[in-house]
């Protein structure tokens, strides 16, 4: 049997063997990806760096398949060149916020130079950035961090985006960085969707992130 040494990299990102290869998708879930240039696998070999479960998702993503009995072939992913893919690929725990969030959701005509993530406040004030795409770092407690976390698949890799709500709050959160006129662009063209905007959801995210004075007049002034 070939022998396998295993070089964990610490932090955000993938973690990786010499030749399987353990990329995050949400949270501490992760899809091993095996070395493209490895073209067939014995099944054995397989289970004796991964568990029962992580063999069968890669069965079921298609990223194995079987050519015969014990044996199997690897898919590799397409690759993605896609800005909010590559950071979220780079920041496991990252979540896509502000105005790249913004810009997702059709909230905002900006088009941002950088891609801006929200990280834990805790332990990740001195990471490494990517040579590209540029990023821009903000930061949330732990109490707040998840709150309007949702995961969209972009070139069916998954990517962790705040949703509408959390999007409108930040920009009062952040007011001295964004600019009164750009927040109350993307407070406009949020609610001008009457069939998406949710105000009960959007006062109460403005409680929990302590932004209610600025959201309950702005929609009072809206909805008159």
Same mark, same amino acid.
């Given at each position: 049997m070939e022998k396998f040494l295993c070089i964990f990299i610490v932090g955000y990102g993938i973690i990786k063997t010499e030749k399987i290869y353990y990329e995050f998708t949400t949270g501490c879930e992760y899809m091993p990806i095996l070395d493209r240039n490895v073209k067939t696998w014995r099944k054995k070999d397989l289970l004796a760096h991964m568990t029962d479960y992580k063999f069968r998702q890669l069965v079921k993503a298609q990223r194995l398949s079987r050519i015969q009995h014990g044996i199997y072939i690897f898919s590799p992913a397409k690759e993605s060149d896609n800005d909010l893919v590559l950071i979220q690929q780079f920041y496991s725990q990252a979540i896509i916020s502000m105005f790249s969030a913004a810009d997702f959701h059709g909230l905002t005509t900006m088009?941002? *130079?950088s891609v =801006? +993530?929200?990280l834990p406040s805790q332990g990740a004030r001195c990471l490494e950035k990517p040579k590209y795409p540029r990023?821009?770092?903000f930061f949330a407690? *732990?109490?707040i961090i998840d709150l309007g976390c949702e995961v969209h698949k972009i070139d069916d890799y998954p990517?962790? +985006?705040?949703? *509408?709500?959390r999007v409108v709050c930040d920009m009062f959160r952040y007011l001295r960085r964004v600019? =009164?006129?750009m927040a109350i662009e993307v407070f406009?063209?949020?609610m001008r969707d009457k069939t998406r905007r949710n105000l009960d959801k959007l006062v109460d995210y403005a409680r929990q992130l302590r932004v209610y004075k600025y959201i309950s007049h702005y929609v009072e002034v809206y909805v008159g």
């Open positions: 088009i941002p *130079r =801006q +993530i929200t990023v821009e770092y407690g *732990r109490n990517v962790r +985006i705040y949703n *509408r709500e600019g =009164q006129d406009k063209n949020y």
